[in-house]
């Protein structure tokens, strides 16, 4: 277990029970070409194309980079610039729905047949990314750096986030699909051993993940952990130490101790990917908060936020927030034009939470350094941020802050601490250059 | 579009960073359950001392919130709503004071204790010294005489008797017989206004440990090291816990977060050294009590405890 994190009130019950149900696919898609870390990728089409579901409209542009596919057939209206959750805006194909659904022809392979390569290179044309919201190409991962070696495969089913139940729903509903997309990772990276963690409000689905297991694999190859139910147990380094004891020095990568972590959405994209030839075109989220109906929905990339609420039933007003994400990391979004991304794991809707508006004073109550997963000193880094004492800043480690949020969830003078050092990370990196 | 709305042009709340939700404590809300924790024993010091107890609460509160408006219209700035912190400097100032103690003269101690130790050195958050004991270090050197003088407790029913503290008595050897040490459990002695009920104090220390208001770090540390620091000078430690002002001490000013370290390890050495200093004036110095020296001697440590027990960062092991 690792140290500090935050326990929350989970909220899990209000879509838990909520099986998954196909959305609808919207009369428009808007398909933003970045939507992933790293370089956009390249458009393939133009106004006025016909294009199939799952065909390929934005090419790789580089090593960390993923490919675009259509999520409907129809035809492309055109290449229009789409705003992003953070501010940012990048050109998203804008494609006309025809309703058919004409699926580009469909393959079926079997992936004990295939090498390593064929693998990778499979993910990286099927444009998959990770679907935890860090949408980090997945082929990029698959891919060892020279001079190290992957060990241990972790499938991360904690979704920690209150709130959000579709790796649960996923889990539950599709275990044969998320297990044998394991495998083909473990096939990927040649490795022979595998973990699931699971956090312990999800105790529940350890029979059925282990029952699943023992259909494909002997049950010593994929192990269950069941970890406790802690925020932030769904990052990759604290799931690391919990399941493993082995801490990711810092500013390196998980595989620099032998790791090598994946969603459980990934897995399955994965799996649908090789097995099926089926590119990454739909995820499961969760709606939930205020809406009328909470739901698990599967919703087609590029489907306008504003659609997927609708369907939900919410009155938009003054007094709410819309959350793409969960409600520690999720980002806060005004524009309900923007689309479903790869990474979007759930739409959370919030009530409007009374801050003040000036950043107040720390009381030094040290809540926060009891907090921080990373056993950094928010309480101190946050007053040298606040006096743009960036140098401080980075000589107290404000790089390995990952934005969990436990610091500014447990502030009592609410100091917008995050806020502080996304800013502090900025202007350091923007000084290196 | 216009930032800020949707497509039916309905405004949306402003957009904030991550995380969107909070947990419910607040500085005020901190600063109420303190004073809550206080409860118990300002209503045992208004039994025990009468009237006069009550008084000097009600002076040192006032004269703090004075000090707080005050320096709020001299440095121009907006008067805060009130989180309460004045009342519990309030509360904790006339805690340390003798019962008979000058109202006016409280009322000078309740206005520097936050127009001068706690809102010039930046206000709250930025204060190095504990206001309340700063406070009682200025009027002790201001009116001596006054700051000495003990009421015996319950006397104010009859005929209000000056009498000496146990620790006093210690020192001194009058000749006056020590109080049972479950007399002094209870807060029946003479002593500073909030300091005589172990009792009573301990029934708020549980509170705010339970709260998690604060630590244990502080309190055991700083207790523990007052009693084995006696102990092996061959008196009685137990006296010398429930004596003085140890436990409001250890348990309620020591723990105020601006003046105390940051960190775990830091504060167990923050109490440490409280201990030390307070055993030490107790056994050797010329005053018969250490606990608001020590606690003031120790605030100046802060910056410096709290650099060298930073913890050890995620992430910083060596490589497998």
Redesign the interface.
């Known amino acids: 277990m690792?140290?500090g994190g935050?326990k929350?009130v989970d909220f899990k019950e209000i879509s838990k029970g909520k099986v998954i149900e196909n959305f609808p696919a919207s009369e428009k898609v808007i398909i933003p070409l970045s939507q992933h870390t790293g370089i956009p990728s390249k458009p393939l089409v133009k106004k006025g194309d016909a294009v199939l579901k799952g065909q390929l409209i934005g090419e790789n542009a580089g090593f960390i980079s993923s490919a675009t596919h259509s999520s409907v057939s129809g035809t492309v209206i055109g290449i229009e610039n789409c705003p992003l959750p953070g501010?940012r805006t990048t050109p998203a194909v804008v494609i006309e729905n025809d309703g058919k659904d004409i699926p580009v022809e469909p393959v079926n392979r079997d992936w004990k047949n295939l090498k390593s390569e064929e693998i990778i290179s499979i993910v990286r044309d099927s444009g998959i990314v990770g679907m935890g919201g860090a949408a980090f190409p997945s082929a990029v991962k698959l891919t060892i750096p020279k001079g190290k070696k992957a060990e241990y495969v972790l499938l991360n089913g904690c979704e920690c986030e209150?709130f959000l139940t579709a790796d649960y729903r996923v889990m539950r509903e599709e275990p044969d699909r998320v297990v044998e997309g394991l495998l083909i990772i473990c096939r990927a990276l040649e490795v022979k051993k595998a973990y699931i963690g699971i956090e312990s409000n999800k105790r529940d689905l350890v029979p059925l993940l282990r029952e699943t297991i023992t259909k494909f694999v002997s049950d010593t190859t994929v192990e269950i952990k069941v970890v406790p139910e802690r925020y932030p147990q769904g990052s990759e380094?604290h799931l690391i130490?919990s399941v493993l004891n082995?801490?990711?020095?810092?500013?390196?990568l998980p595989v620099?101790?032998?790791c090598v972590v994946f969603n459980v959405q990934t897995a399955l994209a994965i799996r649908d990917a090789v097995c099926e030839g089926k590119p990454l075109i739909e995820r499961v989220l969760t709606v939930t908060g205020l809406v009328r109906s909470p739901k698990n929905l599967r919703v087609r990339i590029g489907t306008p936020v504003?659609k997927v609420i609708e369907y939900c039933g919410i009155e938009?007003?003054?007094?709410?927030?819309?959350?793409l994400g969960g409600?520690?990391?999720?980002?806060?979004?005004?524009?309900?034009?923007i689309p479903v991304l790869k990474g979007t794991s759930g739409i959370?809707i919030?009530p409007?939470?009374i801050?003040p508006e000036e950043i107040?004073?720390?009381?030094?109550?040290?809540?926060c350094?009891?907090a921080c997963?990373?056993?950094?000193?928010p309480?101190?880094l946050g007053r040298y941020a606040e006096n743009k004492r960036w140098d401080r800043c980075a000589e107290f480690?404000v790089a390995?802050c990952i934005?969990c949020?436990c610091c500014?969830?447990?502030?009592?003078?609410?100091r917008?601490l995050?806020?502080l050092f996304?800013w502090a990370k900025a202007e350091i990196r923007k000084a290196q250059k | 579009m216009g930032k800020g709305r949707d497509k039916k042009g309905a405004k949306m709340t402003e957009i904030r960073c991550s995380p969107h939700i909070h947990s419910r404590e607040t500085t005020k809300s901190i600063m109420w359950s303190v004073i809550i924790a206080l409860l118990p024993a300002t209503f045992g010091s208004i039994y025990f001392f009468g009237p006069d107890a009550l008084k000097l609460i009600i002076v040192c509160i006032l004269s703090c919130y004075i000090g707080e408006v005050v320096s709020n219209l001299i440095f121009r700035r907006k008067l805060k709503s009130f989180d309460g912190s004045e009342v519990v400097t309030g509360l904790l100032l006339a805690f340390v004071l003798p019962p008979s103690f000058p109202l006016w003269m409280a009322g000078i101690g309740g206005f520097l204790a936050i127009f001068l130790v706690k809102e010039l050195f930046g206000g709250i958050g930025f204060n190095i010294f504990n206001p309340a004991l700063a406070a009682r270090a200025i009027l002790t050197v201001a009116y001596p005489l006054e700051m000495t003088q003990f009421t015996a407790p319950l006397s104010y029913r009859v005929d209000a008797i000056t009498t000496a503290t146990p620790l006093g008595i210690l020192k001194e050897g009058l000749g006056e017989t020590l109080p049972s040490l479950w007399q002094m459990f209870i807060g029946n002695r003479a002593g500073c206004l909030g300091e005589t009920s172990i009792l009573l104090l301990l029934i708020g220390a549980i509170f705010l440990l339970y709260r998690r208001i604060i630590t244990w770090h502080i309190p055991l540390s700083y207790i523990l090291t007052v009693a084995v620091i006696t102990a092996v000078v061959g008196q009685n430690p137990l006296f010398h816990i429930l004596a003085g002002g140890l436990v409001l001490g250890a348990f309620f000013m020591a723990t105020d977060y601006v003046t105390s370290p940051i960190t775990p390890k830091g504060k167990i050495i923050f109490g440490i050294g409280c201990g030390i200093i307070t055993s030490l004036i107790r056994l050797k110095g010329s005053y018969p009590e250490g606990v608001a020296y020590s606690i003031i001697f120790m605030n100046m440590f802060v910056p410096l405890i709290d650099k060298y027990t930073m913890p050890k960062k995620f992430g910083y092991v060596k490589k497998i």
Do not use: W
Not at chain 1, 246 to 252: I, K, T
């Open positions: 690792f140290q935050v929350l501010g209150p380094k130490k082995r801490e990711v020095p810092s500013g390196g620099d101790v032998g504003s938009i007003t003054e007094k709410i927030k819309v959350i409600p520690m990391m999720g980002i806060q979004i005004n524009n309900l034009d959370l919030l409007e939470e801050l107040q004073p720390c009381i030094r109550c040290g809540k350094i009891e997963p990373m056993l950094l000193v309480a101190e480690n390995d934005e949020g500014t969830y447990i502030c009592p003078a609410k917008p995050v806020d996304k």
